[in-house]
């Protein structure tokens, strides 16, 4: 049941086109990220739906409800800022119940209300603290109580993690999906982490240019890439330049050596250029599938990085970083050593565009 | 912005735009009825023929000028001391900055007169101490906005880095500090100039022939020439701001005293 | 920025112990011996002087007991104490409007510098200019008058003057706007623009953002401006000497006179007056302080 749809949003700014045919369904209780580099039009999306940019053209129809005309004190949309943007003079119990004033709602309810906001944000203490007196992560948590506070029907979240520390950003953002998921409340998130994305949404869109390249769940969009933008944003990503050697038996060519996908080649024939990805992980030394591609390469860099091994190999002129999991008795290739590694026939991705 | 915000906004503008400039145009329009039933700069004539025009003026410009330069040489190393080496005065020194405004230039003038009119201070007459009392006067805003200058440059790394090249402290003040700063010194000296240019108690006191005293006399005896003076005070103030702006490119600082 | 926080980057000399003499010190010595001879050691004598019996040079109270005697000069106080009073007020609010005008109020940007500018000159045109200029505009052969009559209203005949405490007060209101925009201008700046629209997001209208988020942060700095603007008021002397020669009966005018040639007859009682003067001017520009200070608590 579709809760909140964009239909045909753009927004200019005078010669410039900021977001442009922007469709999306959002469902209730869906948690949904807008994924993208600085200027894509994430944020001036979300604004919109907030109410703070007008859509130059386009619907924005909440529930039952068309809010695209509201003013943005009437939508009920809550929103969290990425500077938090909690009121200086008011302290953090008066700032959860802001809201509640607003809309004259008696104290009783108001002081029930914020009591409850405050358990459900681990800050029972805190009430009567002014938000100067609190670290960010926690005043976040409370921006966040805050905007909850009012029972909004959607949550919106412009980067709200982006100036903490990387530690709370991780621990936060768990928190964050915790509490939406046990209030079941629509909610959409921005921001530039992929792994943030990846790790608490529903679904992903992916946006550059103020276009969206892809939407989907985060393994679709990991495993699955539609356009070469995708790939390459999210996670790590090995491209080259390849050539069609026929399209029935899915050959194709990298620098003279052959390469079988498993995708279809339908549409293209022999000689043309196109563009393929493989994900680091998906390269191995050791053939432990059927249906592998086995290439031989020059092992150039090996570069420990914890938890992760990243192999850097040359393959033909290609360069490919292999990442294989740390294991400490088992041995490492020398640098200049020639190896063979082999990837499946399902990991050469063939990017669109 | 909401429709009707605009609008009250446009009209509060407009209503301090006319407050602002009726007194400037009267002034001038005053300063063109010189001759009989026609508009003509008769007025500016007369004044500039005026000896004792020429004489208040210049003798303004003179001091004024002197003022800011000695201003600068105690304000700047004053400053640049205190944020090196010695950042434990500097609660001390900002309270005595603020002190000038403390105490009112009529009272200030008072103590100058009773302190310097006996032995062995007996330099009242001196433009000297015109010259010192109107550095105080504008203490507070030159040396804020020498401090504000270089608060915004990296002094301790520039002066270790000039020392490491052999410099001595002379080199490192005026030849690589005060370069940097030469937006805020600009400010405070052109604002000090303004100050200086406008003032009247201390001059007229110390019974100095200084331009304010000077105006206030022209408006005793004549009824158009002061029009031009102040039309010429105005212009020469504007332009000191109007400088400030051009050199601090925008910054909007206000060069009044500030609590920081 | 604290003094340990800059210490702990120094290293050579200035370990900064109190006890030890340190060659450093001698580089402040200008600046302070220039302070003391100028500043404060002139000021003193008159503190010192209204201490002391104006013959006997003795340690007594009574200038003090003499001033708050005197109903001249009581007067002169309350006189210089509502004309401050009124256009702190007055310039306050209106240069305030101003400000958020130009800076919050979605007028082009232009307007804001503009308006910065002439801030910038107006506030220093204070003095003998200032009040000629008024009297330019707004004498009897003032130009605003004679407009004014040409439009058959005269506005004399209604009861105005301009050499009296309401015109006076008119003409403080020209550098007192202009210094109160300048000042807060800074903490508007500060009022974050989320602020309003996390307080819309919540549903507030513009009336509740103002009462209960923009309004109370922006307090303290309004009203520690106010307070400098009063300061500024209150010794405020050339203008209103130059527009009405000395004829209201300011705190400064009065100093003026005794200091021009002791027109009360007890030096000491002078000494006191101006005293006064300080001791209002201290607490003014303390009171300035300390709001400040709260304000920047929350408008960094």
Redesign the interface.
């Known amino acids: 049941m579709t809760h909140l749809e964009l239909t045909n949003i753009s927004k200019q700014f005078g010669q410039t086109t900021v977001v442009q045919d922007f469709n999306l369904d959002v469902k209730t209780g869906e948690f949904v990220s807008f994924l993208g580099p600085s200027g894509c039009g994430k944020t001036t999306t979300l604004r919109m739906i907030a109410g703070f940019e007008v859509p130059t053209t386009g619907k924005v129809p909440l529930g039952d409800a068309d809010i695209t005309d509201k003013a943005p004190n009437q939508r009920n949309v809550g929103m969290v800022f990425q500077a938090y943007a909690l009121f200086p003079n008011m302290t953090v119990a008066q700032n959860i119940g802001f809201g509640m004033r607003i809309h004259k709602e008696p104290e009783s309810a108001i002081k029930e209300r914020v009591t409850e906001m405050l358990a459900l944000i681990h800050l029972e203490q805190k009430g009567n603290s002014y938000p100067a007196q609190l670290s960010g992560g926690q005043q976040q948590r409370v921006a966040l109580a805050r905007a909850l506070a009012n029972r909004p029907k959607v949550l919106l979240l412009d980067e709200p993690l982006s100036a903490l520390d990387a530690k709370i950003r991780v621990s936060l953002r768990a928190e964050i999906r915790a509490i939406q998921r046990k209030l079941g409340i629509t909610a959409i998130y921005v921001t530039h982490d992929q792994e943030e994305a990846l790790s608490i949404s529903d679904r992903i869109v992916v946006m550059f240019d103020g276009r969206i390249e892809q939407v989907g769940t985060p393994f679709e969009i990991y495993n699955f890439p539609q356009t070469a933008f995708v790939a390459s944003f999210v996670g790590t990503l090995n491209t080259a330049d390849a050539e069609v050697v026929d399209p029935a038996k899915k050959l194709i060519k990298i620098d003279g050596v052959s390469l079988a996908t498993a995708e279809d080649l339908k549409g293209r024939k022999k000689g043309d250029k196109i563009k393929i990805a493989i994900r680091p992980e998906r390269l191995n030394f050791v053939s432990v599938e059927k249906k592998a591609n086995v290439l031989d390469c020059i092992v150039e860099n090996i570069t420990f990085l914890g938890s992760v091994v990243r192999i850097q190999v040359k393959i033909g002129s290609n360069r490919f970083n292999m990442d294989t999991f740390n294991n400490p008795f088992l041995e490492l290739p020398k640098i200049g050593a020639r190896e063979q590694v082999s990837c499946s026939h399902e990991a050469v991705i063939i990017l669109n565009s | 912005?909401?429709r009707t915000?605009?609008i009250?906004?446009?009209f509060?503008?407009i209503l301090?735009?006319l407050?602002?400039f009726?007194?400037?145009?009267?002034?001038f329009?005053?300063s063109l009825k010189a001759k009989l039933g026609v508009l003509s700069f008769l007025a500016y004539q007369q004044l500039f023929n005026d000896a004792d025009f020429i004489k208040g003026f210049s003798y303004s410009v003179l001091w004024g000028v002197l003022t800011i330069i000695v201003g600068i040489l105690?304000?700047f190393?004053?400053a640049y001391?205190?944020?090196?080496?010695?950042?434990?005065?500097?609660t001390a020194?900002e309270f005595?900055t603020?002190?000038?405004?403390?105490?009112?230039?009529?009272?200030?003038?008072?103590?100058?007169?009773?302190?310097?009119s006996h032995p062995p201070f007996l330099i009242v007459d001196s433009p000297a101490l015109l010259v010192?009392?109107y550095?105080?006067l504008i203490?507070p805003y030159m040396y804020r906005s020498i401090d504000t200058g270089l608060r915004s440059i990296d002094v301790?790394t520039l002066t270790e880095a000039a020392q490491s090249l052999g410099a001595g402290w002379g080199t490192i003040l005026f030849r690589v500090i005060l370069p940097n700063i030469r937006v805020s010194i600009i400010s405070g000296g052109f604002?000090g100039f303004?100050?200086v240019m406008?003032?009247?108690?201390l001059a007229q006191?110390l019974a100095k022939p200084a331009f304010?005293p000077f105006?206030?006399y022209l408006?005793q005896q004549k009824a158009y020439e002061?029009?031009a003076?102040?039309i010429v005070?105005?212009a020469l103030?504007?332009a000191c701001?109007?400088i400030?702006?051009l050199v601090g490119r925008?910054g909007?600082?206000?060069?009044?005293?500030?609590?920081? | 920025m604290t003094a340990s926080n800059v210490v702990k980057r120094d290293a050579p000399s200035a370990r900064p112990a109190p006890y030890r003499f340190s060659w450093a010190w001698l580089g402040v010595m200008p600046f302070f011996l220039f302070a003391f001879m100028f500043l404060i050691y002139p000021s003193s004598t008159i503190a010192l002087g209204s201490f002391q019996d104006t013959n006997t040079h003795a340690f007594t109270l009574q200038n003090f007991v003499h001033l708050l005697q005197n109903p001249n000069l009581i007067g002169a106080y309350w006189i210089s104490i509502k004309i401050s009073l009124i256009t702190s007020l007055g310039g306050g609010i209106f240069g305030f409007v101003l400000a958020y005008a130009a800076i919050r109020g979605g007028l082009p940007p232009f307007m804001r510098s503009s308006l910065m500018t002439f801030c910038g000159v107006a506030s220093n045109f204070a003095g003998v200019p200032l009040a000629f200029a008024f009297i330019a505009l707004l004498s009897p052969s003032g130009v605003l008058t004679g407009w004014l009559m040409a439009m058959g209203y005269n506005p004399y005949f209604h009861g105005f003057q301009l050499y009296t405490f309401w015109g006076l007060s008119i003409v403080y209101m020209y550098f007192q706007f202009p210094l109160m925009v300048l000042v807060i201008a800074p903490a508007i700046d500060g009022l974050r623009r989320e602020w309003l629209e996390a307080a819309e997001n919540l549903g507030a209208s513009s009336f509740q953002y103002w009462r209960y988020v923009a309004f109370p942060i922006l307090l303290p700095s309004i009203l520690g401006t106010m307070i400098l603007l009063f300061g500024n008021s209150f010794g405020a002397f050339a203008t209103a000497q130059a527009l009405t020669g000395g004829q209201i009966n300011l705190v400064t005018i009065m100093v003026g006179a005794q200091l021009r040639g002791d027109v009360l007859g007890d030096a000491g009682l002078g000494y006191a007056l101006a005293l006064g003067m300080v001791v209002v001017m201290a607490i003014a520009i303390t009171g300035y302080t300390v709001l400040q200070r709260q304000s920047e608590r929350w408008l960094r």
């Open positions: 912005m909401k915000g605009v009250w906004s446009w509060w503008m301090g735009i407050y602002f009726l007194p400037l145009v009267a002034t329009i005053f105690i304000f190393p004053t001391w205190v944020r090196i080496r010695l950042p434990q005065v500097r020194v005595v603020l002190l000038p405004f403390v105490v009112p230039a009529i009272v200030f003038v008072f103590g100058l007169v009773r302190t310097f010192l009392a550095t105080v203490m301790r604002l303004a100050i406008g003032e009247y108690i006191y304010a105006l206030a408006i002061p029009a003076a102040t005070s105005i103030t504007w701001m109007g400030i702006q925008g909007t600082q206000p060069q009044i005293a500030g609590g920081h």
